[in-house]
């Protein structure tokens, strides 16, 4: 009996450890059928640059079906708000998906898809694959975008254009921003944030022949961050950056002789002196003709008293004249050689090249070079169809164009007193509207006018031409584009260079340009209180040779709050005119310095008066000469003894 109690509690106690067991390992059993089903997705390699072709793999997912791999991204652009004067308060972010492809899973879920990394911002992005009724799958890959940047060409004389393409750039606090030096001088900063982070600009060699170094760092504030490997590491700097950024190349500047443009004879300093002196010497024989004309009618007495005189005063000025000759004839080969080297051509080698390897490089004609970018402005417009309206044709113009102001829909055979409305304030309390009388017009008998004006000196960006009670959606909209021109594009060393801009704007992002010497910043100028015109001199320096100037826009200041300031380069060269905030352009000039400084000019040119006031020493002499002998001869009856008068009176 106790045996078999003893049986079946055994075998009870069995079927409880059997039973608890088999529930323990249960739930790991279902645990590990459940992470062996779950989706995977995995890219590799996990960075690259803009155009490399990546792996995308998955596994996991349900067997035969086609999944579409999306890239997760962003559209960035400026936010300018009036606080109360427009500017930039920060960058404003919109989601967006890319479609990299699509993949076909196999009979086990797994999928291998080979795409190509799309123009998009640097950093960090998700790839997704989704179901085709638009389900996003989890999980998400992580994939970073590298910066890349390729130039060229790779040499050429100094001016060559040189053109920067850069991809994967940016939109947070260190990445926003890429900052470009030449020859470890500062030339400005690029962005790209309205065109997914890629974006291409121009800026020109200048220099001496040679190599040339060109580098891009991260980096705010400006001009770059040269030590981004011991900083905090970040997806926006070295530490994952590091094989493309800092950015480090080439350029080689090579030997050309360049010819400066000639000038006129009216303003050469030879010519037109020699023939200045040709009149005053004729004039000079004349009156000493005259002279002697007048002495030879005098009594005998006084003709001998005034002709001892003349005589004296003759010789005193042939004798000067003499001088003068000699020293122009002896100086006259040391001068030439002053004025030829100031005109002559000039090479953009270095001191010490040879003379041979200038002799045999090919002279070009300096042709003065002056390019703007302007990035496309859409200028709103009124949009009335009926009762009194203006339109200004062309919509946008310089300061000084030409434009046609037209009229339709007002009272027939009336007078109109039209305003012109420009801007009046501070950057402090803002600025406001104004309107100012531009002029009166009759209208026809249909009620139409048109005319024609120049664009007046005003700030830049939009305008209106407006009558009476007329609304933005019926007044004429005209925007003043910015103009820049050169005072003058060739000289020695030490010339006065003048920058005159027009069109200069009102605001925190367009009333500030920033200017490049040889592709060195050199500081930046406003038009706040000078109605939008601006003028900056600058004087000319470095070596013979051609020598780059270049206005950029920049953004002179912005909100209060650090936060915002984090994101905006202040004060300082935009690179890419069509990512400024408010569009404003770049302008590029090219200036010929000949050989000397400006003192050396100056002497030079003074010496050219001499000679060619010299020059006309032989000139002078003959007409003294040729006068003196006349008044001689004149006078020489009564200079005479009596007897030998008396006998060539008879003869």
Same mark, same amino acid.
């Given at each position: ?250 350029? &080689?500047? @090579? ?6 443009? *000639? $000038? #006129? /004879? %009216?303003? =050469? ?68 050689? &002053?004025? @030829? ?6 090479? *953009? $080698? #270095? /001191? %010490?090249? =040879? ?297």
């Amino acid at each position: 009996m106790h045996d078999c109690v003893k049986l079946v509690s055994a075998a009870a106690t069995t079927s409880i450890l059997s039973v608890a067991l088999l529930l323990l390992l249960t739930p790991l059993a279902a645990t590990h059928a459940a992470s062996a089903t779950a989706p995977s997705l995995a890219v590799s390699p996990t960075a690259a640059i803009v155009g490399a072709t990546i792996t995308v793999t998955g596994a996991g997912f349900a067997p035969g079906t086609t999944l579409s791999l999306q890239w997760a991204s962003v559209t960035a652009s400026w936010l300018v708000q009036a606080i109360p004067t427009p500017q930039v308060t920060g960058i404003a972010t919109t989601p967006t998906q890319v479609t990299l492809g699509s993949a076909q899973t196999n009979a086990s879920g797994s999928f291998s898809a080979k795409v190509v990394v799309p123009t998009d911002y640097g950093g960090t992005h998700f790839i997704q694959a989704f179901a085709s009724n638009g389900t996003a799958l989890p999980p998400k890959a992580t994939f970073i975008v590298e910066p890349s940047f390729r130039f060229s060409p790779t040499s050429g004389p100094a001016g060559t254009p040189i053109t920067v393409t850069a991809t994967g750039l940016s939109y947070g606090s260190y990445s926003t921003s890429y900052h470009l030096s030449w020859d470890n001088t500062y030339v400005g900063y690029m962005t790209a944030l309205g065109s997914h982070g890629a974006t291409n600009f121009t800026f020109y060699a200048s220099g001496t022949p040679g190599t040339h170094f060109i580098d891009i760092y991260q980096g705010y504030p400006g001009p770059g961050y040269l030590n981004p490997q011991q900083g905090p590491p970040s997806s926006e700097t070295q530490s994952v950056f590091g094989n493309y950024i800092p950015f480090h190349a080439n350029f &080689t500047i @090579t030997a050309q002789k360049v010819v400066p443009q *000639s $000038t #006129s /004879s %009216t303003t =050469s300093a030879g010519s037109g002196k020699q023939d200045a002196f040709g009149l005053p010497s004729f004039g000079l024989l004349v009156g000493l003709a005259s002279v002697a004309l007048f002495v030879s009618k005098k009594e005998p007495a006084e003709r001998r008293a005034v002709s001892k005189f003349l005589v004296v005063v003759l010789v005193l000025v042939l004798v000067a004249i003499a001088g003068v000759g000699f020293y122009a004839t002896t100086g006259q080969h040391t001068t030439t050689q &002053t004025s @030829t080297s100031s005109t002559s051509s000039v090479s *953009s $080698t #270095s /001191s %010490t090249s =040879s003379t041979s390897q200038t002799s045999t490089t090919p002279s070009i004609p300096f042709v003065p070079v002056a390019t703007v970018i302007r990035p496309h402005i859409s200028v709103p417009q009124n949009n009335a169809t009926t009762g009194p309206r203006i339109s200004i044709t062309p919509d946008i113009a310089s300061v000084g164009d030409n434009i046609t102001v037209n009229g339709l829909g007002f009272a027939p055979s009336a007078q109109l007193p039209l305003s012109w409305s420009t801007r009046q304030g501070s950057n402090l309390l803002g600025y406001k509207v104004v309107n100012k009388p531009l002029r009166n017009v009759t209208t026809a008998n249909d009620g139409s006018f048109s005319f024609t004006m120049k664009v007046p000196p005003d700030l830049g960006g939009l305008h209106f031409i407006s009558s009476g009670n007329l609304t933005t959606k019926s007044n004429g909209t005209l925007f003043i584009q910015r103009s820049a021109t050169l005072s003058t594009t060739q000289g020695p060393q030490g010339t006065q260079i003048q920058i005159v801009m027009h069109g200069v704007g009102w605001d925190f992002d367009t009333n500030i340009v920033a200017v490049d010497y040889d592709n060195s910043y050199i500081g930046y100028a406003c038009g706040f209180n000078s109605g939008g015109n601006v003028t900056v001199t600058i004087v000319a320096s470095g070596a013979p040779g051609i020598h780059t100037i270049d206005v950029y826009p920049s953004i002179w200041w912005g909100p209060s709050n650090f936060a915002s300031q984090q994101i905006v380069e202040y004060r300082y060269p935009l690179l890419t005119p069509q990512d400024h905030p408010e569009l404003m352009p770049s302008f590029h000039f090219t200036f010929l310095m000949t050989q000397g400084s400006n003192a050396t000019q100056t002497q030079g040119t003074a010496a050219g008066a001499g000679v060619a006031f010299f020059g006309s020493a032989a000139m002078l002499s003959v007409a003294g000469v040729a006068a003196g002998i006349a008044v001689f001869y004149s006078a020489l009856p009564t200079l005479l003894p009596s007897g030998v008068r008396a006998k060539e009176l008879r003869t």
